[in-house]
């Protein structure tokens, strides 16, 4: 029998980057919010997922006044975030109801992962109760140290995404640990707390809007997306 499936969508960022007062993932992309073309992407993939959006409470009503404006009814649950990160994932997973699944943690403000993508992290975390979308590095880099540089072997190196997907209950006792500053992913708490992490194939496309610039490349990928 299929688990059932989830998507945990955590979306408590600030437009300091953007130079805006609108938290990132309320900014305009290709006509609506950011983050309303993330949940669409995630019930575009199935209409039978559970998909819980954490938001700090004092963007709801934000939110609340954006879907009205834009007549929003892609279904979803509301959870309010805490004061990270971490705790946002937390409270999202405590939302569920259910004590077994799957669950794939998403950001916000990465509006452009696609249905392939989403459906390649359910079903190699079914097989290995993890999956973590990465690309590999396109430049050179360097470590840095007090007073030397480096230069290391980049094909070594993973740049990591969401979403990260993860056996329900495997996660849900990995946020038991607790929070410290070095665990800024999902993979990163699974991993603490002894489990083991498969990483697969994400997309260049699949990017974080952080930046001015990140906004102006989305929004040529999604008319290239649309166009196409």
């Not at 130079?19 to 983050?35: E, T, V």
């Not at 840095?144 to 980049?154: L, W």
């Not at 930046?211 to 989305?218: F, G, S, V």
């Amino acid at each position: 029998m299929d688990k059932k499936e989830y998507a945990i969508i955590v979306a408590g960022g600030k437009g300091s980057r953007m130079n805006s007062d609108l938290p990132k993932q309320f900014l305009a992309l290709h006509g609506k919010p950011i983050l309303m073309h993330t949940l669409e992407a995630f019930h575009n993939y199935s209409s039978a997922i559970e998909i819980i959006l954490v938001l700090p409470l004092k963007d709801i009503d934000t939110w609340k006044s954006l879907c009205k404006k834009h007549n929003f009814s892609t279904p979803y649950h509301l959870t309010i975030g805490g004061n990270s990160r971490f705790q946002s994932v937390k409270n999202g997973l405590n939302s569920i109801q259910d004590s077994s699944g799957l669950v794939a943690i998403h950001d916000g403000v990465r509006p452009l992962i696609s249905t392939h993508i989403i459906d390649a992290s359910f079903r190699i975390a079914a097989a290995h109760k993890s999956a973590v979308a990465a690309v590999r590095l396109k430049e050179s880099i360097r470590v840095t140290t007090q007073d030397t540089t480096q230069a290391v072997d980049r094909a070594l190196y993973r740049l990591i995404q969401t979403p990260q997907t993860f056996d329900l209950e495997l996660i849900r006792q990995a946020y038991e640990i607790d929070e410290v500053p070095s665990l800024t992913d999902d993979a990163s708490v699974a991993e603490k707390a002894g489990h083991k992490i498969s990483l697969f194939e994400g997309s260049y496309d699949n990017i974080k809007v952080t930046t001015p610039e990140d906004l102006i490349i989305a929004e040529a990928l999604m008319n290239r997306k649309n166009n196409g």
